[in-house]
């Protein structure tokens, strides 16, 4: 047997941490980090039955654990004892996280001179948190919306689901996607006049983990097939086991369900989002990274005239705000009808404030477009007449 770090996440800060535990010998548990084999067939074969009797990474504090983390990621177990403490709180935190409605004429003041560039997380930012995850539909007026943004400004949409997934519901060629918490990324395909080059931006640094990817969702799968309401969702280069559907007193069997899959993966990783469980691949990539690469990819790594906004829900979307906080440029917006600890600047309640905040935005480029092109027109009238 030899020891192995696996990555579980803390319960009161929702941040992973390595733990070591007993493995067999096998070279692909050398290290946690390491790369997966290449063909498809070699991993780790193992039946429901002695999944579930592993009792290493089924230990009741373990799990229960996962639980707490669980109940921290849904918006419905934020209580708190007393009304006046929670109003305290809820006042507190919004003098912190403004309303990007409220403080819009703050926001493109700051703005001025630069190049707004637009990211928008998709569930639960441009459509709401359904039960059914396949049925996360965007309305036609959030469409239309998220479609003269991209008129104005370069916009991309940066999700946890599947590229191709998100594209189905959002169906605008001109937009860059990065799926996969980013580890899916492509430019537009027509129509944008800030698309770099002759072909769209592709790229995919976790391909190497499609086949590793592919067996631990096929075992999911078949762990999970009892739990009534749990769904796995393929994410191509990630996965994630929804719970919204799950009754809270079957959240410990399904933890356990899971744990025991991951155990046989170490170099997977376990985080959680709004009623999910997202299992990634250990490489340092996240919705941080994909910002920095599209950005670098539409050319203003380097640029102090670019203003980046994110848009986002989840606790994944805060690797995003944190960058935008340490490059010093931008915003980043919380959707949020509740307190949460957060790197964003601002906040909006639901995906009705969204819209309403990037209409807003392009009322507001629109205004100020026709003031450059009046005073343009002054200019050269004045030039003529001397």
């Known amino acids: 047997m ?15 941490m390595a733990i070591t535990v007993a493995v067999s010998g096998s070279s692909l548990f050398s290290s946690a980090a390491q ?12 039946s429901k039955k002695k999944l579930l009797q592993n009792l290493d990474i089924n230990t009741g504090a373990r799990i229960n654990a996962w639980v707490d983390s669980m109940r921290a990621s849904s918006p419905t177990h934020i209580k708190s004892s007393s009304p006046h403490l929670s109003d305290d709180h809820h006042n507190s935190w919004t ?8 403080m819009f004429e703050q926001i493109t003041n700051a703005s001025k001179g630069k190049q707004i560039v637009m990211f928008l997380d998709y569930d639960g930012t441009l459509s709401p948190i359904v039960d059914d995850p396949d049925r996360a539909f965007m309305s036609d007026s959030m469409r239309a919306t998220v479609r003269k943004v991209a008129r104005y400004f370069p916009t991309a949409i940066v999700s ?9 519901f959002v169906r605008l060629a001109e937009l860059y996607y990065a799926g996969s918490h980013g580890m899916d990324i492509k430019g537009p395909s027509k129509g944008s006049k800030y ?16 086949p590793m990817i592919d067996e631990v969702y096929k075992a999911l799968l078949e762990v999970t097939k009892d739990t009534p309401g749990a769904k796995v969702e393929n994410n191509k280069f990630c996965l994630s086991v929804h719970f919204r559907c799950v009754d809270e007193k079957k959240w410990s069997e399904l933890a356990k369900q899971v744990g025991s899959v991951l155990e046989m993966y170490p170099s997977l990783r376990l985080t959680q989002g709004r009623k999910v ?16 690469f599209l950005l670098e990819s539409l050319g203003y790594a380097n640029c102090t005239d670019v203003f980046p906004v994110y848009i986002g829900d989840d606790r994944t979307d805060e690797d995003a705000f944190k960058v935008l906080r340490e490059r010093g440029q931008g915003f980043g917006i919380l959707v949020s009808k509740t307190p949460k600890d957060t790197n964003a600047s601002y906040s909006l309640q639901e995906p009705s404030e969204v819209m309403a905040f990037l209409r807003r935005l392009v009322d507001w ?17 004045m030039k003529m007449s001397l």
């Open 95 to 102: 003098m912190h996280h403004p309303s990007a409605l409220d």
């Open 2 to 16: 030899t020891n192995q770090n696996v990555v579980v996440p803390d319960a009161k800060s929702g941040i992973n």
């Open 365 to 381: 480029k629109k205004l100020s477009l026709r003031r450059q092109f009046r005073i343009r027109r002054r200019l050269e009238e």
């Open 195 to 210: 698309k770099k080059g002759a072909e769209a931006v592709l790229f995919q640094p976790a391909s190497e983990y499609l």
């Open 35 to 46: 790369k997966p084999p290449a063909v498809p067939g070699t991993y780790i074969t193992i």
């Open 160 to 168: 946890g689901r599947c590229r191709d997934k998100v594209y189905s």
């Open 277 to 292: 469980l997202e299992i990634r691949p250990t490489i340092k990539w996240d919705k941080g990274k994909a910002l920095e």
